[in-house]
């Protein structure tokens, strides 16, 4: 493969390009930092001076979609406003969509076994993802008697566990069968639960 002409910035997110494809090809451990540099289009050589070792690129590709994931789900909350049960609602679906849009992304994020607190830079875009699902739960609980609320991070952590379940198991093509569609399932637990709370009334 001939070599690009890259120029400052465009190789080292040539190599992340390149890894995502790899990941979604092969999984996290599926490839090396050679076969990345293969795949940009450089030498290996070139992956070094950016990158220490596969773990720092898969790292970088995660925090590059933790930053588009909480984009999205921002974009998501702000488009449900301003009702808080529809904010919160859609967040929960721009879970899903982002799962089926970004592969490579979800996968460094949430599979690939590297630690959020890898770097600073991982860790705030991380946070930043998860504090717009907190503050969406947040805002919806105040509907919730105060004896009877849940604090807003179990609240959104109860969320984000059936979101990733539910991707999990029947939106990334697992080989497992979904009974209904994803959007469906997703749905309903989360109406399921929102019920439980008393946020939508039994023939809501």
Do not use: C
């Not at 996290?28 to 076969?35: A, C, D, H, I, V």
């Not at 849009?101 to 770097?119: A, K, L, Q």
């Not at 609980?141 to 539910?166: D, L, Q, Y």
Request: neutral net charge.
């Amino acid at each position: 493969m001939p070599k690009r002409g890259y120029h400052h910035g465009n190789l080292r997110q040539a190599l992340i390009e390149a890894a995502l494809k790899l990941i979604e090809e092969k999984g996290p451990t599926g490839f090396t930092l050679s076969e990345a540099a293969k795949t940009a289009g450089v030498t290996p050589a070139a992956v070094y001076r950016h990158f220490e070792g596969r773990e720092d690129l898969i790292a970088e590709a995660a925090r590059q979609g933790f930053d588009m994931f909480a984009d999205l789900m921002q974009y998501a909350y702000d488009k449900g406003q301003p009702s808080a049960l529809a904010a919160f609602e859609a967040t929960g679906r721009a879970y899903l969509a982002f799962a089926r849009r970004h592969p490579g992304h979800y996968i460094s994020m949430f599979e690939s076994g590297i630690s959020v607190n890898r770097t600073p830079e991982l860790a705030a875009a991380a946070n930043r993802a998860k504090a717009v699902l907190e503050r969406a739960a947040a805002e919806l609980s105040e509907h919730i008697p105060a004896e009877k609320r849940p604090p807003a991070s179990m609240f959104s952590a109860h969320i984000w566990a059936m979101s990733h379940g539910v991707v999990e198991l029947y939106a990334r093509n697992t080989g497992t069968a979904s009974p209904f569609p994803p959007e469906d399932l997703l749905e309903t637990g989360i109406g399921i639960y929102l019920r439980g709370l008393g946020l939508i009334s039994p023939d809501g």
